[in-house]
């Protein structure tokens, strides 16, 4: 079946870095469109990026182009979500999605993982 | 992009029916036939019950169901049980490969 595991959250301050890994299996990675949405505590889901199957193509919202990058290694059926100059409104579950384009939906999602950018 | 609009609230006995709404604008749920609806529960992904507006993914129960008209989108709970109590998100496609989610509503089932 369908698996989507997030990693590499944790604590780190205003103004730094991390980097997300979704590792995915179960399916053909290499065929699908992911997303990452995230979700600040209590909140609600906030879209933040789609990459094309391939990679070449990536989308972002507003409140995190410039600062985020996506990436994808078809390879390692992986998929990367590189934040720089983070700031404590960037604090939130980080989920991985699959998004499958016959209806624009995202179809399976991993467990999340929480981000907390704090001093 | 804003969050489209949903009632922060609904609530209803075992066996009512709901309907929640999700409200946009004509450059996201007005525009396109691609809303989508998602169930969670606290502390768990949330998971997929409605795509293009009216479909059920295998394996959701046909209690749920959806409808769209002009800017507004509604998911509609028939036969309300308690494993139904979660919060329920509706998300549409805005153009530019772009998506926006709803505020969210958190279901009671009294």
């Known amino acids: 079946q369908v698996q989507l595991v997030e990693s590499g959250g944790g604590l780190v301050e205003p103004g730094g870095s991390l980097r997300l890994s979704c590792a995915a299996s179960?399916?053909?990675?290499?065929?699908?469109?992911m997303t990452w949405i995230r979700q600040a505590p209590g909140k609600g889901l906030e879209w933040i990026s789609n990459?094309?199957?391939?990679?070449?193509?990536?989308y972002y919202a507003d409140s995190v182009g410039g600062r985020f990058t996506v990436s994808r290694d078809n390879a390692k059926n992986s998929l990367y979500l590189q934040m720089n100059s983070l700031r404590v409104e960037d604090t939130a579950v980080y989920y991985c999605?699959?998004?499958?384009?016959?209806?624009?939906?995202?179809?399976?999602w991993g467990q999340g993982i929480l981000v907390t950018v704090s001093s | 992009q804003s969050a489209l609009t949903q009632p922060a609230s609904v609530s209803g006995s075992p066996g009512q029916s709901i309907t929640i709404s999700c409200t946009g604008a004509?450059?996201?749920?007005?525009?396109?036939?691609?809303v989508s609806w998602f169930q969670q529960y606290p502390g768990k992904a949330p998971k997929l019950m409605i795509y293009?507006?009216?479909k059920r993914p295998s394996g959701i129960s046909d209690r749920f169901s959806g409808s769209k008209s002009g800017n507004s989108a509604s998911l509609t709970i028939s036969g309300l049980q308690a494993e139904d109590e979660a919060d329920y998100y509706c998300c549409s496609y805005a153009g530019n490969r772009n998506y926006v989610f709803g505020t969210g509503t958190k279901v009671n089932v009294l």
């Open positions: 004509s450059s996201d749920v007005g525009g396109y036939n691609l």
């Open positions: 999605a699959r998004m499958d384009l016959v209806g624009a939906r995202f179809d399976n």
């Open positions: 990459i094309h199957n391939s990679g070449k193509t990536i």
């Open positions: 179960g399916f053909t990675f290499s065929d699908y469109y």
């Open positions: 293009e507006v009216n």
